[in-house]
């Protein structure tokens, strides 16, 4: 009988093969363990303007006498 082939690159391929997906989770959960959720939080509201805002062009605003 003859001897069995040993394979010279079936270990380290496979061995790379399940290292990408389990390098990838790794890298998640670090990013989860060691990152920071802040919520943003709405700040108190601003000054309503009690104005109309201007209306037409600014040729046409400038035409106008002002008071």
Not at 23 to 32: Q, Y
Not at 37 to 63: D, F, K, M, S
Request: hydrophobic share 40%; aromatic share 4%.
């Amino acid at each position: 009988m003859a001897p069995e082939p040993k394979p010279s690159r079936g270990m380290p391929r496979s061995l790379l093969y399940a290292l990408i997906p389990g390098g990838f989770i790794l890298m998640v959960v670090l990013m989860l363990v060691f990152g920071r959720a802040e919520q943003e939080e709405a700040g108190p509201p601003g000054q309503v303007e009690t104005t109309a805002p201007a209306t037409g062009t600014a040729a046409e605003r400038a035409a106008q006498p002002s008071q």
